[in-house]
């Protein structure tokens, strides 16, 4: 099969969608100028924290084209995961605040399932060709490369963001065909609206399109490994896992702007073998509990020892001192990064129970 450049796009995009993604596009391959030059800035600043990773072979990066051999386009692809018209939240109390695309199984597997299998058709189709895919496994530049194919635009608090709204994962196909590259998207979505930046608990988009890593409750839930310094442990609240504000407060992802379909293993509400784990019980979980509980959740990535810091953190932070008996006991616990974050949310729950008592006291 042959065709012209647009022919190709034409039909890359359609296969695209009939594998199981929501959106398609295609961009060509010279250096990111754009996000690179805000990517190396960043870096310079130290704005990625820890993730020494994103610092690795910088200019690799920038080069999209260096990423596979012979490589002549990227074809684009969205998956939404917005919650639906009319899909409760999770009850609030108990369960701990985890952000929304890790509530579902993990994407990646399932992204990559069906990009091989794009792949593979498209290989049929055009012997000789070459494709490689990521999913947020590689030195890409994903949001620079989609907004190129047209996905969406790069919003001020630093996300893809078209009339959808901002809740859709991304994924890239590198190919050695020849693609027109997709329209770009024409408007700013944002204009003068700056809710996102006004409404990060933390500070950490300290202008528009600057994510400081070190102040992102998502980075430090779930990047950062071992103990938190003091100055980032109220930083968190009460996320044990991510955070959605700055999706959230977005007027583009309101409900009646998403599509009306999403993929049903990325579902809004946490599995019940999930869901039925409060703080108290995330704080307690065993090795195998992990194991059985976790499998194939995107939860997983900051690891048991990450999952029962951020736990100890949230009921701290809660302010409530019914936690005060678990906290107690998670003192005891042979991981020392445990040991230490309860201490501190121990620490503040008494502070705040002894205040309140003489404030009664003073009262009576
Ligand atoms: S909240 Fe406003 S400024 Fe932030 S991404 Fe959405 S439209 Fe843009």
Redesign the pocket.
């Known amino acids: 099969m042959t065709g012209s450049a647009e022919k190709r796009t034409e039909l890359l995009t359609a296969w695209a969608l009939e594998a199981g993604f929501d959106r398609a596009g295609a961009a060509s391959l010279e250096p990111c100028s754009g996000s690179g030059a805000s990517f190396l800035r960043r870096l310079e600043r130290g704005l990625f924290a820890s993730m020494a990773w994103l610092g690795r072979r910088p200019r690799r990066r920038l080069a999209p084209a260096s990423l596979l051999d012979g490589a002549r386009s990227v074809l684009c692809v969205a998956l939404h995961y917005h919650p639906l018209e009319g899909e409760p939240e999770p009850e609030g109390d108990l369960w701990p605040r985890v952000a929304r695309y890790a509530r579902g199984e993990d994407y990646h597997p399932l992204m990559e399932r069906r990009l091989q299998a794009l792949a593979a058709r498209i290989r049929e189709a055009f012997p000789g060709s070459g494709a490689r895919l990521y999913v947020d496994t590689g030195p890409v530049l994903e949001k620079e490369l989609a907004a190129r194919a047209g996905l969406g635009a790069i ?3 630093t ?1 893809l ?1 078209d009339r959808t709204g ?1 809740w859709f994962l991304l994924g890239e196909l590198f190919l050695t065909l020849e693609l027109e590259p997709s329209e770009p998207l024409a408007e700013d ?3 003068n ?5 006004d ?1 990060c608990p933390t500070g950490a ?1 300290p202008a ?1 399109h600057v994510l400081d890593a070190g102040r992102c409750i998502s980075y430090w839930t779930i990047e950062h490994r071992g103990e938190m310094p003091e100055r980032a442990r109220s930083l968190v609240g009460d996320w044990v896992f991510g955070c959605d504000v ?2 959230e ?5 309101e409900h009646r702007s998403a599509p009306a379909k999403r993929e049903r293993s990325l579902a809004f509400s946490l599995p019940a073998h999930r869901a039925e784990l409060d703080l108290t019980a995330l704080l307690g979980l065993s090795g195998e509990e992990y194991r059985t509980r976790f499998r194939g959740s995107p939860m997983k990535r900051p690891g048991r020892s990450g999952l029962r810091r951020n736990a100890a953190l949230a009921m701290g932070n809660r302010g409530d001192a019914s936690y005060i008996p678990a906290l107690e006991q998670a003192q005891a616990s042979r991981d020392p990064v445990v040991r230490t974050h309860a201490s501190w949310s121990l620490a503040a729950l008494r502070k705040r129970r002894d205040a309140a008592r003489r404030g009664r006291a003073a009262a009576d």
Request: with cysteine.
């Open positions: 919003a001020k608090n996300q963001l901002s979505l944002c204009g609206c700056r809710r996102c930046l409404a988009l528009p700055c999706q407060v977005c007027p583009w992802n």
